[in-house]
């Protein structure tokens, strides 16, 4: 090869050369701002991804939680406050209540004791007294009436606020005072004393009504009941029914009917006593209730 065809060669590969060069160089520069722009995004995600977070002083967290704390608390005190006044209020209306039956109460244990009882030992009395002393005929309706209205039986029934009130213990124990509970409950010791006797008592009326029956007609027992219930009183001249008839005129049969009323008229006064005691305990417990709930005017 001579001399001139060697550097013509020699050129030619050189210029290979820069070409080969400046197209790895224009890849490189080409793929600098594609990883630029791709550690830029990778950094933008760590910053989004992984915030930094504020820290917190020991004294901080503390206040915190005493915030809590206290925020928690005054709510339950307010909550206590509240279902303590609507107790109260639900106490009030109780005693209330109670004391407008025990009021009630009061009256009905006067007529009894001071009006029903000595009246009723009058009718027995007059029993034996016509039986003992008068013919039954012509004086059929001085008989019956005796007869009928020493066997009108006025019963007491206790105040039903208190017994609903001694039998429900989440209504009782809404009560605070102590010395008002013990009082109610010495009062329903007392009417429990009364139940148990009047039961007794209730026995031997029935018995009585029975025998009563055995005396007199179907007509006049009826037209004696049917006056009964529209005066629920002891029965007067005007009351009786026209015509009275017996069913027998033997005047044993009569004095046999009246000796049956004796254990009930003994019964009746000791039932007096039970009245007595009832009333005592209302009268108690109405002026307890004034005192500590201020019902005076109510």
């Not at 917190?56 to 005054?74: C, N």
């Not at 639900?90 to 009630?104: F, G, P, R, Y």
């Not at 009246?119 to 039954?136: A, E, F, G």
């Not at 046999?256 to 009245?275: A, E, R, T």
């Amino acid at each position: 090869m001579s001399e001139e065809e060697e550097n013509i060669n020699n050129g030619l590969k050189m210029t290979d050369d820069s070409e080969e060069k400046s197209k790895v160089d224009s890849q490189q520069s080409s793929a600098e701002p594609e990883a630029l722009n791709s550690k830029s995004e990778i950094k933008t995600m760590e910053v989004h991804h992984h915030p930094q977070v504020e820290k917190k002083s020991f004294k901080e967290y503390l206040l915190e939680g005493v915030m809590i704390f206290i925020a928690v608390t005054m709510g339950f005190f307010a909550e206590n406050i509240r279902e303590h006044f609507a107790d109260k209020k639900s106490e009030k209306l109780i005693i209330s209540a109670l004391k407008k039956d025990l009021v009630k109460d009061t009256i009905l244990l006067h007529d009894l004791i001071d009006n029903y009882i000595p009246t009723y030992h009058s009718w027995i009395d007059s029993s034996h007294l016509n039986v003992d002393s008068l013919s039954l005929k012509g004086n059929e309706r001085k008989f019956c009436k005796a007869f009928f209205n020493a066997t009108f039986w006025k019963i007491y029934t206790p105040p039903a606020i208190a017994l609903t009130l001694l039998k429900n213990p989440a209504t009782f124990n809404l009560i605070e005072d102590e010395t008002v509970k013990k009082e109610i409950l010495n009062y329903n010791v007392t009417i429990d004393h009364y139940t148990k006797y009047s039961e007794f008592l209730t026995n031997l009326q029935h018995y009585i009504d029975t025998s009563f029956v055995s005396i007199v007609s179907r007509y006049t027992s009826r037209a004696l009941l049917d006056s009964l219930n529209i005066r629920e009183n002891f029965l007067n001249n005007n009351n009786l029914p026209k015509t009275i008839l017996f069913k027998t005129n033997d005047k044993t049969i009569l004095k046999n009917y009246v000796n049956k009323l004796d254990p009930i008229d003994f019964k009746i006064h000791d039932i007096g006593g039970f009245y007595q005691d009832i009333l005592n305990q209302d009268i108690k417990l109405l002026k307890l209730f004034n005192e500590k709930y201020h019902l005076e005017n109510e």
